[in-house]
């Protein structure tokens, strides 16, 4: 289709594309083996590419002296029903975008276009002494419903495109047997929607997943705190233990990475499937 | 993100009920007959989504920007008068300001342009299959699923100055003789930084790029190709221009949140060595800490004005010669 590839062409480009492929997976790799090397043996020359002596302490350590654990069921507790309920929200919202016509139609993607162009920080002070009001300070809760808000608009978009991907037939035929456009909606777009509606989900986990500012400035019982609070302490004192800190970081990265290696193939067919039909 | 697929469906008709089939039963001609019941099924819709970004994201901004005028210290809360633009006065008459203004100018530039070329290269070079090609594709995925915070700690161990592997790297290679201090001296550190975002960011732009190259018909390339264009010739004249909108929307999107974007630096540097590599939101973030949030608030205002003005500016440009359908 695009023509033929001379042989140095293809030399060129696999060289290009492993040379990318080792840039982008060697820092994870790095921080993989810094936090499997027994703690003493970071700190030696000539530095190991592969631990001498694989040791799980520095793991063990998060959950022994620091209170990694409950970071993390914390974070996971946040992340999935903020993620979960943002979704369900979004979907209602990106359905009626994408399937009716109405005066402030524009002005409401606009609205939420202009969500991603202020700094959070204009807002920080305001939401803190609001959910002090609210007496939702330092409460899962709190957080939870302030993350919703976060994910609400990037999220709507994203369904949208997804909607506007399904032929209205479908739902047209289920109203004409009777349905309600509410329980249409429920009953035949969804299950279409699915891999969508997943990919969307993953989206909004691991956006609360990784949120810092809102998190630091909201939590401060350790109790309470989200693993990205619980990181942004690590480096906040003089010296970074950088067994820890890797280690951390590495339980941190994997569930999220696991998610996205299941869902790019939808995030990336989703946007696929769109260019090709627009 | 939908961006690329709204194109197709915007047949509107206006009353008479022959078309209704064609857009489905809101838009044909029963429009006008269930009018408020439509826009009662249009607000409660509407509704949960409305509430929650109004009282949890807009109310908190307005509030937040209405502090930009107001003397508004956490040392000192018995007095918030309003003090008209002083805020904006104390942002420009900062002696670090200038620094911050051109770190962010570098910081913009040098993520975008980087990103872009990688990007559209791995597009280019992904777009024909390959054996693994899926697995390749999810590998290179993978920086998208790390916070930016965290990429920060990644690379500022990565860049250690005594126990860091790309020194080791580095000397290996023959390339540096003695250990570079990367984070401390604010010429490398900002190397540093824009590294780290390149390696972040190039996957978004090779997935909007791929995902609009995989929308040009083959017919194109066919017709160019009889044609007798090189490779070059097929490049500059089929491809990038039938894929305009999209390169240009993206790199909007990006500008935008590359701008607004301080958690991997805030992660690497924390805007050190001596504030030399704070951009204007990292800076906000410092001036948040020390308590005077009327000055951050006014930064943050300075930036949405940036960012609108930029806005509007790059898509008067890229419409301006508008000869493509797309």
């Not at chain 1, 509606?197 to 909004?204: E, P, S």
């Not at chain 2, 509407?46 to 210290?73: C, D, E, H, L, S």
């Amino acid at each position: 289709m695009i023509g033929k590839e001379s042989t140095v062409g293809r030399v060129v480009k696999f060289t290009f594309l492993g040379v990318w492929l080792l840039f982008t997976v060697f820092p994870l790799y790095w921080i993989t083996v810094t936090s499997l090397k027994a703690p003493g043996d970071i700190f030696k020359f000539p530095l190991a590419y592969w631990p001498e002596r694989f040791s799980l302490e520095n793991y063990s350590g998060l959950f022994g002296t620091a209170d990694f654990g409950t970071y993390l069921t914390n974070s996971l507790i946040v992340s999935t029903v903020a993620g979960a309920t943002a979704t369900a929200i979004s979907m209602l919202s990106a359905y009626v975008l994408a399937r009716f016509e109405f005066r402030t139609k524009s002005a409401l993607l606009m609205a939420a276009l202009v969500t991603q162009m202020i700094p959070s920080f204009i807002a920080l002070g305001p939401l803190y002494l609001l959910m002090t009001d609210l007496r939702l300070v330092d409460n899962r809760l709190g957080l939870i419903l302030v993350y919703i808000a976060v994910c609400i608009p990037f999220c709507t978009v994203m369904l949208r495109g997804f909607f506007e991907n399904i032929p209205d037939a479908l739902e047209e035929a289920a109203m004409i047997d009777g349905l309600s456009r509410f329980s249409a909606l429920f009953r035949v777009l969804l299950p279409v929607m699915r891999p969508g509606i997943i990919a969307a989900f993953i989206f909004n986990f691991v956006n609360c997943w990784n949120e810092l500012f809102l998190s630091v400035t909201l939590m401060n019982s350790d109790s309470n705190k989200t693993v990205p609070t619980a990181l942004n302490g690590f480096i906040s004192s003089f010296n970074i233990d950088w067994g820890s800190m890797s280690a951390a970081a590495v339980l941190t990265i994997l569930p999220t990475m696991l998610l996205f290696a299941f869902a790019s193939r939808h995030i990336v067919q989703g946007l696929t499937s769109g260019a090709v039909k627009g | 993100m939908s961006v690329t697929s709204t194109t197709a469906t915007k047949t509107k008709t206006p009353g008479g009920g022959e078309t209704s089939h064609k857009r489905g039963l809101p838009r044909g001609g029963r429009r006008r007959e269930f009018t408020t019941r439509r826009g009662l099924q249009i607000a409660a819709f509407m509704a949960p989504a409305a509430v929650f970004v109004a009282v949890f994201t807009y109310y908190p901004m307005i509030a937040g920007g209405q502090m930009a005028f107001r003397n508004w210290k956490l040392t000192d809360l018995t007095d918030t008068s309003w003090v008209g633009l002083k805020n904006f006065r104390d942002v420009f008459a900062d002696p670090a300001w200038g620094t911050v203004l051109g770190n962010s100018a570098i910081w913009v530039f040098g993520s975008i342009v980087p990103q872009l070329v990688i990007g559209f290269a791995l597009a280019l070079w992904l777009r024909r299959r390959f054996p693994f090609r899926g697995l390749y594709q999810a590998l290179i995925f993978f920086p998208w699923a790390i916070s930016g915070f965290l990429i920060g700690i990644l690379f500022r161990w990565l860049f250690n100055s005594e126990f860091g592997v790309v020194n080791d790297l580095l000397q290996k290679a023959g390339l540096i003789d003695e250990p570079v201090a990367w984070l401390a001296d604010p010429k490398t550190a900002m190397v540093a930084v824009l590294i780290a975002n390149i390696w972040y960011g190039v996957t978004f732009f090779a997935i909007m790029i791929l995902a609009a190259l995989q929308s040009i018909p083959d017919e194109l390339y066919e017709a160019a190709a009889l044609d007798g264009a090189g490779k070059a010739r097929t490049l500059f004249q089929i491809t990038i221009p039938y894929i305009r909108t999209t390169l240009a929307l993206t790199v909007l999107l990006r500008v935008i949140w590359i701008f607004n974007f301080p958690d991997l630096i805030f992660g690497m540097t924390g805007g050190g060595p001596n504030n030399e590599t704070h951009i204007v939101t990292t800076w906000m973030i410092k001036i948040t800490q020390q308590g005077d949030y009327g000055r951050a608030s006014a930064l943050g205002l300075l930036v949405v004005a940036a960012l609108l003005v930029f806005a509007v500016f790059f898509l008067m440009a890229t419409r301006e010669k508008k000869g493509v359908r797309r």
